[in-house]
């Protein structure tokens, strides 16, 4: 089974730097995904870990250590448009495909 | 955009109605998935298909059925609305290789009276 956690709230400030963090225990492990959803929409894709070490990719960047069971999302620079729930997903590989299991997201409120 | 295509976006019934959301892809993605969104609960997996007429269960497939009948279309079937299928429906889509990035749809919010 798969177990992903994440803390359900952060407030950070308008140009700051916020990690939101996520552990999981998964079997057949095949990656971390990060999501973004703001309220009303759909999540969408922010990022891919498969091996351990830091991935950038602008504001944002992703890390994993698989041997810890750990990844964390940094947004630097933060607006007020980041303000959004972010969602940790490990996918679990079956038929050549992905079937990603969800935390129940982080709720991002960026303030002034 | 992910050409993913969610019908109807609101739909309002009562308990014990059927109920049939469509899910449309102008991708030609092999995967397609049913979640359902919930407050404390997350994102959860109803249904996936891995192939025209290939589907399987996902962790809340209680009260829902699916069918794919062309690579393009992904239906959820209520058979029998409850108050508790009160939910967020999202349609996801993916290419299908181990590591490939899964898309979402808009969602369709389902309200059962």
């Known amino acids: 089974g798969q177990n992903i956690d994440q803390p359900t709230e952060m407030t950070a400030t308008e140009g700051a730097i916020v990690q939101i963090n996520c552990t999981y225990q998964?079997?057949?492990?095949?990656?971390l995904f990060w999501y973004q959803q703001h309220a009303g929409e759909a999540p969408t894709f922010l990022s891919y870990?498969?091996l351990d070490g830091l991935e950038e990719k602008g504001r944002f960047s992703s890390f994993l250590s698989r041997s810890k069971g750990y990844s964390y999302l940094l947004l630097k620079e933060l607006q007020m448009k980041d303000s959004a729930s972010y969602l940790c997903?490990?996918?679990?590989?079956w038929g050549g495909g992905n079937k990603l299991t969800f935390g129940t997201g982080t709720q991002l409120k960026v303030e002034l | 955009d992910a050409g993913i295509t969610q019908s109807p976006r609101h739909k309002v019934t009562e308990t014990g109605t059927p109920v049939t959301l469509r899910c449309h892809q102008t991708?030609?993605?092999?995967?397609m998935y049913w979640y359902r969104q919930d407050p404390g609960h997350g994102l959860r997996l109803i249904h996936y298909?891995?192939?025209?007429?290939?589907?399987d269960k996902g962790e809340v497939s209680d009260g829902y059925s699916v069918s794919r009948s062309k690579t393009e279309d992904f239906l959820l079937t209520l058979e029998s609305a409850t108050s508790s299928q009160t939910s967020v429906y999202f349609c996801?889509?993916?290419?299908?290789?181990?590591?490939?990035?899964?898309?979402f749809g808009e969602g369709s919010w389902l309200t059962v009276v």
């Open positions: 991708e030609n993605h092999r995967y």
């Open positions: 997903a490990a996918p679990i590989a």
């Open positions: 298909s891995y192939g025209v007429k290939d589907t």
């Open positions: 996801a889509i993916s290419e299908g290789n181990s590591g490939n990035t899964i898309y």
């Open positions: 998964t079997s057949g492990f095949n990656g």
């Open positions: 870990n498969v």
